[in-house]
């Protein structure tokens, strides 16, 4: 039997591929298929793939996590507060005086990334020591986040973000051509790519979402390694949440609440199963393209840019109906 | 009886008691170098508790355990492989998403030499070459080292299995009723890869199984154990079926090696 895993791989690839050309096709020349169109794909995808990346593994590992929204937005909240409060006096702040730039951009990044990874880590343990199945912890911690993010900040946005942390890097680009959210979320993905195929840690994620118990009894410290899976996809959300707050120079209270659905959506039209032990970063590009590409398509042809929702909708059930049919022909075996 | 130190496995006196139930109650057992052993017994005869002492999974509450002469006590599953014995469980404990080479590997991965070693690569390239010399040596079926381990049959995800125990063993393999779930054709592909084991690695397997006609193809001695107790020990050669089954039974009081066989409570 040829590896399916491929197959479902070079599909989604070319439904992806297909779609560009009807795109190019259909709109006028110089419109979606130009370099500016393909920069703002990307932008537009970047936030999403870096979520996906975690997403991945834990999927692959047998996890769930259902709170990235919510923890990417609770990490844009302390970013932008600790880089409002660090950066200069509200007097200071009101002539655009910033004196500690420096060091308040420096802290609230740590401080963004470290609260993502720390809200991970309960994740982690909820699921790991007190063994509540991951749908429900993340389903549970996903509404605490959300709601203390929210008490915190009176359901406001965040609004005293000093500028130049937008102007220099929200919309700066890495040699004068690409926008750094592009640049760091390829950074990620190709770290991730790399952990998942080329090493033992990657190894064993599958395993574990293949047989837990049998990768436990081949040594692999499977507690440690599902909690550093949550770990790092909290930290990924941090992540996002400084490029979030970057690109708007404001924390939104609203902004991400989909996050979960959509990078779940796209990990899993990229090949990823839903049921463990199978999964590829390739594909789970492909997947968080495939929304950004609809959407940019629907808006230069002037048709409601909400068919994306519809067209990823179907997308889905056809790439977790190919999942199962995978795993019945598996189980018949 | 032979001096211990020429024995792969000599089990003395090894007690193991489960709340009331008594599953081991001072169990004998040896195993000579490369040879096939069978052990055989009812249903709760404490079979699989034995294989668990020397697995390392069950502490005993009594008893030693003395690996080529050398005193072990396993306090867990580590020790029992840092002793170089290796177990097939009936569930197999393979991951079925991966291909044969991982599942070989599966916690053992070679490393890449120098610093990405350091940094957990690892070496997939080695890993794949290894495994298929390891099952060309076995002469396994498994022609595919790409394929997904999920997606073989019955008869060669259990030599996938048990080729994992074969390559890291080196003291003893034990294998829970390897051939249960197997039809003929599988089943004596098993077999053959358990000779295997013995005839090309020199190692000696533990066999449980229901099935005295594979027993006596494949196996060179059995134990048979019955209420926690060692009743029999033989060579094949030298039994019958009906022998074996009154042993299990209890119907046969004396056993060949002319210890009185304990009476049920
Ligand atoms: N974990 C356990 N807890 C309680 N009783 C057990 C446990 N494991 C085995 N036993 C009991 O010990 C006895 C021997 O069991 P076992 O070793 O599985 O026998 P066999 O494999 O020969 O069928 C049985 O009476 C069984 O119920
Ligand atoms: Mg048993």
């Given at each position: 039997?040829?590896?399916?895993?491929?197959?479902?791989?070079?599909t989604?690839?070319?439904?992806?591929?297909?779609?560009?050309?009807?795109f190019?096709?259909?709109?006028?020349?110089?419109?979606?298929?130009?370099?500016?169109?393909?920069?703002?794909?990307?932008?537009?995808?970047?936030?999403?793939?870096?979520?996906?990346?975690?997403?991945?593994?834990?999927?692959?590992?047998?996890?769930?996590?259902?709170?990235?929204?919510?923890?990417?937005?609770?990490?844009?909240?302390?970013?932008?507060?600790?880089?409002?409060?660090?950066?200069?006096?509200?007097?200071?702040?009101?002539?655009f005086?910033?004196p500690?730039?420096?060091?308040?951009?420096?802290?609230?990044?740590?401080?963004?990334?470290?609260?993502?990874?720390?809200?991970?880590?309960?994740?982690?343990?909820?699921?790991?020591?007190?063994?509540?199945?991951?749908?429900?912890?993340?389903?549970?911690?996903?509404?605490?986040?959300?709601?203390?993010?929210?008490?915190?900040?009176?359901?406001?946005?965040?609004?005293?973000?000093?500028?130049?942390?937008?102007?220099?890097?929200?919309?700066?680009?890495?040699?004068?051509?690409?926008?750094?959210?592009i640049v760091?979320?390829?950074?990620?993905?190709?770290?991730?790519?790399?952990?998942?195929?080329?090493?033992?840690?990657?190894?064993?994620?599958?395993?574990?979402?293949?047989?837990?118990?049998?990768?436990?009894?081949?040594?692999?410290?499977?507690r440690?390694?599902?909690?550093?899976?949550?770990?790092?996809?909290?930290?990924?959300?941090?992540?996002?949440?400084?490029?979030?707050?970057?690109?708007?120079?404001?924390?939104?209270?609203?902004?991400?609440?989909?996050?979960?659905?959509?990078?779940?959506?796209a990990?899993?039209?990229?090949?990823?199963?839903?049921?463990?032990?199978?999964?590829?970063?390739?594909?789970?590009?492909?997947?968080?393209?495939?929304?950004?590409?609809?959407?940019?398509?629907?808006?230069?042809?002037?048709?409601?840019?909400?068919?994306?929702?519809?067209?990823?909708?179907?997308?889905?059930?056809?790439?977790?109906?190919?999942?199962?049919?995978?795993?019945?022909?598996?189980?018949?075996? | 009886?032979?001096?211990?130190?020429?024995l792969?496995v000599?089990?003395?006196?090894?007690?193991?008691?489960?709340?009331?139930?008594?599953?081991?109650?001072?169990?004998?057992?040896?195993?000579a170098?490369?040879?096939?052993?069978?052990?055989?017994?009812?249903?709760?005869?404490?079979?699989?508790?034995?294989?668990?002492?020397?697995?390392?999974?069950?502490?005993?509450?009594?008893?030693t355990?003395?690996?080529?002469?050398?005193?072990?006590?396993?306090?867990?599953?580590?020790?029992?492989?840092?002793?170089?014995?290796?177990?097939?469980?009936?569930?197999?404990?393979?991951?079925?998403?991966?291909?044969?080479?991982?599942n070989?590997?599966?916690?053992?991965?070679?490393?890449?030499?120098?610093?990405?070693?350091?940094?957990?690569?690892?070496?997939?390239?080695?890993?794949?070459?290894?495994?298929?010399?390891?099952?060309?040596?076995?002469?396994?079926?498994?022609?595919?080292?790409?394929?997904?381990?999920?997606?073989?049959?019955?008869?060669?995800?259990?030599?996938?299995?048990?080729?994992?125990?074969?390559?890291?063993?080196?003291?003893?393999?034990?294998?829970?009723?390897?051939?249960?779930?197997l039809?003929?054709?599988?089943?004596?592909?098993?077999?053959?890869?358990?000779?295997?084991?013995?005839?090309?690695?020199?190692?000696?397997?533990?066999?449980?199984?229901?099935?005295?006609?594979?027993?006596?193809?494949?196996?060179?001695?059995?134990?048979?154990?019955?209420l926690?107790?060692?009743?029999?020990?033989?060579?094949?050669?030298?039994?019958?079926?009906?022998?074996?089954?009154?042993?299990?039974?209890?119907?046969?009081?004396?056993?060949?090696?002319?210890?009185?066989?304990?009476?049920?409570?």
């Amino acid at each position: 039997m040829p590896r399916p895993q491929r197959l479902s791989d070079a599909t989604i690839l070319l439904l992806l591929i297909a779609i560009v050309a009807v795109f190019s096709i259909v709109t006028p020349a110089g419109t979606f298929l130009s370099l500016s169109n393909a920069e703002s794909i990307l932008l537009t995808a970047s936030q999403l793939l870096i979520l996906s990346c975690g997403i991945t593994f834990l999927l692959i590992a047998g996890g769930l996590d259902l709170s990235i929204g919510s923890i990417t937005i609770f990490s844009a909240v302390v970013v932008a507060k600790v880089m409002g409060a660090l950066a200069g006096t509200a007097a200071q702040a009101a002539d655009f005086h910033y004196p500690n730039l420096g060091v308040a951009i420096t802290v609230a990044i740590v401080c963004g990334l470290l609260v993502g990874a720390g809200w991970g880590a309960v994740n982690g343990l909820l699921a790991v020591k007190l063994r509540i199945p991951p749908f429900i912890a993340t389903l549970a911690t996903g509404g605490i986040v959300l709601g203390l993010a929210s008490v915190w900040t009176n359901g406001q946005n965040v609004q005293n973000v000093p500028l130049p942390f937008q102007s220099s890097f929200g919309l700066g680009k890495l040699f004068e051509v690409i926008p750094w959210s592009i640049v760091i979320a390829a950074v990620v993905t190709a770290v991730f790519w790399v952990v998942l195929s080329k090493t033992r840690f990657g190894l064993h994620t599958y395993a574990m979402g293949a047989n837990l118990e049998a990768a436990r009894r081949a040594g692999v410290n499977v507690r440690r390694h599902m909690v550093l899976l949550y770990v790092g996809t909290g930290a990924l959300c941090g992540i996002v949440a400084v490029l979030d707050v970057a690109r708007f120079s404001t924390a939104s209270i609203t902004s991400h609440s989909g996050d979960a659905l959509s990078a779940i959506a796209a990990v899993v039209i990229g090949g990823t199963s839903l049921f463990g032990g199978r999964g590829r970063i390739s594909g789970t590009v492909v997947g968080a393209l495939i929304p950004a590409v609809l959407q940019s398509g629907f808006v230069i042809m002037d048709v409601q840019p909400f068919w994306q929702n519809v067209a990823v909708g179907v997308v889905l059930l056809v790439a977790v109906y190919v999942d199962q049919v995978k795993i019945r022909a598996q189980e018949r075996t | 009886m032979k001096d211990s130190a020429d024995l792969a496995v000599r089990v003395r006196g090894v007690r193991k008691r489960y709340g009331h139930v008594e599953a081991l109650r001072g169990v004998d057992l040896d195993i000579a170098p490369g040879e096939i052993h069978a052990l055989l017994g009812d249903n709760g005869a404490g079979k699989s508790t034995l294989v668990k002492v020397l697995a390392g999974a069950v502490t005993p509450d009594e008893g030693t355990v003395e690996i080529n002469g050398v005193p072990h006590r396993f306090t867990g599953p580590r020790d029992a492989q840092a002793a170089g014995i290796e177990t097939v469980y009936q569930d197999l404990a393979l991951a079925p998403t991966l291909p044969p080479d991982a599942n070989l590997f599966l916690g053992r991965e070679p490393a890449r030499p120098g610093l990405l070693g350091r940094l957990g690569f690892v070496d997939r390239k080695a890993m794949r070459a290894e495994a298929a010399t390891h099952l060309r040596q076995l002469n396994s079926k498994i022609q595919d080292l790409g394929a997904e381990v999920g997606s073989m049959s019955g008869g060669q995800k259990q030599a996938v299995a048990v080729a994992r125990a074969a390559m890291w063993g080196s003291a003893l393999i034990m294998m829970d009723e390897p051939t249960a779930a197997l039809g003929v054709a599988q089943t004596e592909s098993v077999l053959e890869l358990i000779r295997r084991i013995r005839d090309e690695k020199g190692l000696p397997v533990l066999l449980i199984s229901h099935n005295l006609p594979d027993v006596f193809r494949v196996a060179d001695r059995c134990t048979v154990l019955r209420l926690g107790r060692r009743v029999l020990t033989a060579r094949m050669s030298d039994v019958t079926s009906t022998d074996l089954i009154r042993a299990m039974t209890g119907a046969d009081t004396l056993s060949p090696t002319g210890e009185r066989a304990a009476e049920p409570r």
